[in-house]
């Protein structure tokens, strides 16, 4: 059986990506590894043509989630990368090691943001 802990997170996600106007889910797995590990990979594409991927590997350690890796990917209808944060290991010189955020033409330091943040994010991006 989930820890409760992370089937609240799962349902909390549900709800922001539901929240989404104008957008397919063109794939949204949960796979759960064991009762306090899950993996979670999300296809978003927008009508516009923008694409948003979402992916996660989670665990429950000392009753709180901890964020094994993840990468929050947003792209135009042309497959030109807008942003992506992530914690892959490859910039040991930012601040902010390992979390960065990939732009256009630079990487920068930046906290882990929560998958409601980058959704707020696209949504910031795509209405403006």
Do not use: C, W
């Not at 799962?10 to 009762?35: D, G, H, Q």
């Not at 948003?52 to 947003?74: C, M, T």
């Not at 135009?76 to 010189?93: C, E």
């Amino acid at each position: 059986m989930l820890l409760s802990l992370l089937s609240q997170y799962l349902e909390e996600v549900e709800a922001i990506i539901n929240k989404l106007r104008e957008v397919y889910v063109e794939s949204y797995e949960e796979e759960v590894l064991a009762p306090d590990r899950i993996n979670l990979q999300i296809r978003i594409r927008f009508l516009t043509g923008y694409l948003l991927e979402l992916n996660e590997a989670v665990v429950v350690e000392s009753a709180q989630l901890k964020y094994l890796s993840y990468r929050y990917h947003f792209q135009d209808k042309q497959n030109h990368l807008i942003f992506r944060y992530d914690n892959a290991p490859h910039f040991p010189n930012l601040d902010s090691f390992p979390h960065h955020k990939h732009l256009k033409n630079k990487v920068i330091a930046t906290h882990k943001p929560s998958i409601d943040e980058v959704v707020q994010e696209v949504d910031r991006f795509i209405t403006n």
